[in-house]
């Protein structure tokens, strides 16, 4: 029984990592179950014993990617050291997994374009609500952290923070708008990136001078 289980578990990842690149590649409304199992090397069998239908695999490969693929670029904004750096470092590492890791990649582009009508699987009653619930999350994480009230966000002592030390703590003037700005520019370079990761700036500090610029003071 166990091994039977464990198995199962193992066509559901199949079928799951074979879902996120389908769907990246050929939109979700062009994506048949039967792509999806032969890109899995399965039967088409096989999905609907996992999944009722395309919309339920979408979901899940939405809900199932979402924190483990992300994850460890937001986890670098709840790491020590002064905000502006901590921030640098997030969107520097945002633009190295767009163009290194093909699963960032892929579910940034699925999740972006989904909400585009003709893009959109039937059965969703709303066209945004996928994505909504992880770009609300992303604004609400921003916005806590350029407000200065995530665990950590101020310097203590503020020792070798450099330029706008007396600022720490405070951030920009207005939180939210700084992390609308974010937000979009993650947006826009994840749709970027979809297109042609080459079209990038460039993976260091130079690259995201801009954003940075824009959020804090």
Not at 41 to 54: E, I, N, P, Q, S
Not at 60 to 71: G, R
Request: glycine letters at 10%; charged letters at 25%; one cysteine or more.
């Amino acid at each position: 029984m166990r091994r039977t289980a464990e198995e199962a578990a193992q066509t559901k990842a199949a079928l799951l990592e074979a879902a996120l690149f389908q769907f990246a590649e050929h939109g979700v409304a062009a994506t048949k179950l039967a792509d999806v199992a032969q890109r899995a090397g399965l039967t088409r069998g096989a999905v609907y014993h996992h999944f009722t239908d395309k919309t339920a695999l979408y979901a899940t490969v939405i809900a199932n990617s979402w924190d483990s693929v992300t994850a460890p670029v937001w986890a670098v904004l709840d790491s020590d050291g002064p905000v502006e750096d901590r921030l640098r470092e997030f969107l520097v590492a945002w633009l190295r997994r767009l163009r290194e890791d093909r699963h960032f990649r892929a579910l940034l582009t699925i999740t972006l374009n989904a909400s585009y009508g003709p893009d959109q699987p039937e059965g969703i009653s709303d066209g945004r609500a996928s994505k909504s619930y992880g770009l609300a999350d992303w604004l609400q994480r921003l916005e806590t952290f350029l407000a200065g009230k995530r665990d950590g966000a101020r310097d203590g002592d503020g020792a070798g923070a450099g330029a706008g030390a007396g600022h720490r703590g405070t951030h920009a003037d207005d939180p939210s708008g700084a992390a609308a700005g974010i937000l979009a520019w993650l947006c826009g370079t994840a749709l970027l990136a979809a297109t042609d990761p080459d079209l990038l700036p460039p993976s260091d500090a130079s690259g995201v001078a801009l954003p940075l610029r824009g959020a804090l003071p």
